[in-house]
């Protein structure tokens, strides 16, 4: 955060496409483009590779390759005072993969008032790709029913007033056998380096450190 501080940091500004040239590189976002001594490319791999477009294999061939599994879930919160505790994990396959339902004064995702409850249904990796296919509301829909199926306490949609649908498509990288065996030849080269949990480990912290490993090949400012 304190170097953020220090820096001009652009959210909601996605990179359309990366262009390599001689000691540089211009970036194109939706109000221009912009030229930079290097960059950083810290997106889902397929996400990186169709930034560098025709420019992939300068950077790494086998970056479009990488696999991803999608994870779609619906949360919601209604008004309600009632205590509620509920925790279902499954063992996929089946209807869901979780659902849980909570009191709001037992702690939540994110803020939610002590007199309401919060509801969170996840669903499997399969089901993900098969639902982030369909439009958000039939998706929603399709979901929270089944929940229901598994765990008919839970409160009907109707009756939140908060409904958020979460539907990543690129959420967790597949790193099959052999991932790694390559990912070892790969040489973190500016002014285009990658970066990402899928060139260290698939969480927070393989992130965290494929960011060092990126920063440090540009070498110390
Ligand atoms: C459901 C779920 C639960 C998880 N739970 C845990 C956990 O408990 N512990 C743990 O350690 N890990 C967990 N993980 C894994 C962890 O979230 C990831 O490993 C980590 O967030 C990956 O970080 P990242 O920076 O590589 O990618 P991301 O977090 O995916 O960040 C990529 C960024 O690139 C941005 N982006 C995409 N396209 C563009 C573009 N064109 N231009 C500019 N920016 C762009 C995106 O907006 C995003 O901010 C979980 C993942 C999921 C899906």
Known sequence: MRLAEQLEVRTGEPVNAARISAGGVELEV????????????????VISACILGDQVDQVLPWLGEVAYSPEVRVYAARPSAEDAALGIHLVPPTPVFSVEMYSGRRGAWGACPPDWQWALVCASGPDSAELIQMPAEEARRALWARARSVAPELFPLEEAAVVHDIRWEHAIPQLPAGHYTRLAAYERRPPVVLAGDWTYHACVEGAVRSGELAAAAFGQA
């Open 30 to 45: 939706p109000t221009g483009a912009r030229r930079y001594d290097g960059a950083v490319l810290a997106c889902p791999a």
